[in-house]
Antibody, heavy 123, light 107 residues
């Protein structure tokens, strides 16, 4: 059973950078899966932010691409999200999840999710 | 971006009822569709992929079908633990996109 756990500040000031880390256990992050970030808010619903492959290749939602950085730390079995220049519109529950692809399909779905962490953007 | 539209946005049903939820994509997604169940305060739980393939451990009362732009999730006999919100997600292309959700409530 793969477990994912988000961690990071629950309150971020406008214009600052939101930083979250996802710790994966007991499964190795250095495996043929994508590791993604998804957020959920009443106004936007579920929104894919971006993903990183175990090779380090990153894929971002174009709507957020200019502000997003996802990185991976194999030594800690973690991957991280940075979202810069946040506004109140970035207030949401942020989830990390494992992306699984199957033969014959272009992209992937999310089979394991963290519990989610609420991040509020407010001064 | 591919837009995913779910209908209805909510429904009321009783235990034992057969429930069908629809998800429509703004273009052909060639069965690249997953379904999730979410309960209040919890993360989405993965149910099906490739439009109709049930994830291991998911009860067989859940089933999916469809092709092209139109897909359905069916619960053959609603159980108390099935009252939740259901989401579809296309993985035909990035950006990956989700439907707006269908809330299944107790009648």
């Amino acid at each position: 059973q793969v477990q994912l756990q988000e961690s990071g500040p629950g309150l971020v000031k406008p214009s600052e950078t939101l930083s979250l880390t996802c710790t994966v256990s007991p499964y190795s992050i250095n495996s043929a899966y994508y590791w993604g970030w998804i957020r959920q808010s009443p106004g936007r619903g579920l929104e894919w932010i971006g993903s990183i492959y175990h090779s380090g290749s990153t894929y971002y939602n174009p709507s957020l691409k200019s502000r997003v950085t996802i990185s991976i730390d194999m030594s800690k079995n973690q991957f991280s999200l940075k979202l810069s220049s946040v506004t109140a519109a970035d207030t949401a529950v942020y989830y990390c999840a494992r992306g699984r692809f199957t033969y014959g399909f272009s992209e992937y779905y999310f089979d394991y999710w963290g519990q989610g962490t609420l991040v509020t953007v407010s001064s | 971006d591919i837009q995913m539209t779910q209908s209805p946005s909510s429904l009321s049903a009783s235990g034992g009822d057969r429930v069908t939820i629809t998800c429509r994509a703004s273009q052909d997604i060639s069965k690249s569709l997953a379904w999730y169940q979410q309960k209040p305060g919890k993360a989405p739980k993965f149910l099906l992929f490739a439009a109709s393939r049930l994830e291991s451990g998911v009860p067989s009362r859940f089933s999916g079908s469809g092709s092209g732009t139109d897909y359905t999730l069916t619960i053959s006999s609603l159980q108390p633990e099935d009252f939740a919100t259901y989401y579809c997600q296309q993985y035909y292309t990035t950006p990956l996109t989700f439907g707006g959700g269908t809330k299944v409530e107790i009648k």
